[in-house]
């Protein structure tokens, strides 16, 4: 499966993914059978091919819509981080107490 025992999926298996996905789809793309005869029908697979293969397509943006919306999410986060690091290092110690607790601050980060 795509995820693990904490719900998440590693880079490499989404890359996997969407690299099958477009496999898929162009596999599918290329089957020259647009349609196929039968004593009593005759089915038209070229829309199915092309459905398929537009699903196949759309699985496979979704999945990098959602891993872009995730790293915006995650850089917003590491970047709200920095700036309140940023603010915390430039206020300059009134007294000894928050001299100590910049230092502990520092360490700590």
Do not use: W
């Amino acid at each position: 499966g795509l995820f693990d025992k904490n719900n998440k999926a590693t880079i490499d298996t989404l890359r996997d993914e969407i690299a099958a996905l477009l496999k898929a789809r162009e596999e599918v793309l290329c089957l020259e059978i647009d349609e196929v005869r039968t004593p009593l029908l005759l089915v038209k697979t070229d829309a199915m091919k092309n459905h398929l293969a537009e699903k196949a397509h759309d699985v496979a943006m979704k999945i990098l819509e959602k891993v872009s919306e995730y790293c915006s999410k995650e850089i917003s986060l590491v970047d709200d981080t920095f700036e309140k690091m940023v603010d915390t290092i430039k206020k300059v110690p009134e007294n000894e107490q928050e001299l100590v607790d910049l230092k502990q601050f520092v360490e700590d980060t």
